[in-house]
């Protein structure tokens, strides 16, 4: 008898790759681009949505992941948005991000034919969702000045993993002791590709860069094609 | 042979409430009271306990999760709190939450004969951390009021898993569209039993009636010895 060792973490994330591929080739071939939207809890993703999707001149649709409920989704599809809602809480208690199988048990409810963009708002959560692809094209995180300067250098992984990162909830800057400076230091630290947005998803100040941003993905990817 | 059904899930969870229970025994022979707090990333954990440990009545000392870095271990030790960090960023992809088995490995960094409370503050996220008893006599959580008032509705595991939820930074109150009463009522409606208390590490205000309630626990726990 030979001896055999098993490397479980990778075993679980190649699977997932395999799925994620599957997913991405699925979407290409619906000619639909996908970004993958994280965040910590309350950074305001959905209000977010709420303002850039609507302005977009392309037709976007939404997945919805949530360890629990549908309030981010009934708030979209009140906008004519349409939304499907993903549910992790089957999972060991509830996972804490989206992984491709989930994403992919949804693709029957998603009538990709309809959209041109689809935005997947990933489970509010710093540390998981950054590990696990979906089969998005491109990735993007929301950070908010009310959750202070060092969080780069605390989630690196999560910084690094995206292309974007939006600075939200500038409206609140005159009321906050917060270096925006040094956050967009921290960000450049450690993950100097990165585009950032600065921007109020309340008072609307910025959405129009990431909305410009969202519009240039199919171009980037016809470019790179 | 006889068949076997092995419960993968439930067998990682007895192996963690097995040296949860073996922590608790030793935090407890020690007279060492032991809170287990948690919040999404940039809730204000390190700020509270920069404001409220120096002011108590107790000798307290800081057991500081992070995935990486020692920013906020710094900042304790600055006002001369002991503290002892741990990383989790060796667990596959960087770990989302403290286990009952990475405080064990702290123990002998901590010296229990110099401290009657124990704060640990653990990594930043609503969902994992819920589910990890860590050999603690109390779990409390914060939830700022920046983050939204569904919070206790898309994660309430982690609302109905603390006797404390506090609810921080009301100084932005004026500064935001948000409903405090609406935030409490979502609170009670998936844990009645927690105790509330509303204030801002930042100026102070309502921090005393969480400095009692850390003051209170071991009254508490000799009251139901």
Known sequence: MHRTRIRIAEDALDANTTIANAN????ERAGVQVVNLMSAPGSGKTTLLERVLPALPL??????GD??????AGRLAALHIPVVQVNTDPGFGGECH????????????LDLGAIDLLMIENVGNLVC???FRVGED???MICSVTEGEDKPLKYPLMFRACELVVINKVDLLPHLE???ERLQYNVDAVNPEATQI??????GEGVEAFGEWLTAIPERAAAAA
Chains 1, 2 share one sequence.
Request: proline share 5%; charged share 25%; no cysteine.
């Open 24 to 27: 991405w080739v699925d979407f």
């Open 59 to 64: 037709r976007a649709g939404v997945l919805e």
């Open 67 to 72: 360890v629990q409920g549908a309030i981010d």
């Open 98 to 109: 989206l992984d491709a199988n989930m994403v992919r048990s949804a693709l029957p409810e």
């Open 129 to 131: 969702p950054a590990e």
């Open 138 to 140: 491109a990735r993007a």
């Open 178 to 180: 917060f270096d925006l």
């Open 198 to 203: 600065v921007l109020s998803a309340r008072s």
